[in-house]
């Protein structure tokens, strides 16, 4: 599910949520301060979440590359 950074349009409480994408479309996401559905989407992080595998072995040049390459 992703994270949603919404602020309301009544109150003007922003708030960051994680949501399916339906309950969004749908308006079923409700501002924590004052319960209304009335929302906008803001922009404010990008939330990147990165899963690594382990390789087997450490990468020859991770003093290079910080080991992200992959070897």
Do not use: W
């Amino acid at each position: 599910m992703p994270f949603y950074d919404l602020k309301c349009s009544k109150c003007g409480s922003e708030f960051n949520v994680m949501a399916k994408m339906s309950q969004r479309e749908n308006k079923e996401i409700k501002c924590p301060g004052c319960g209304s559905n009335d929302l906008e989407t803001i922009f404010k992080n990008v939330n990147i979440i990165q899963s690594r595998k382990d390789s087997g072995g450490d990468c020859p040049n991770r003093h290079v590359c910080g080991g992200c390459c992959n070897h």
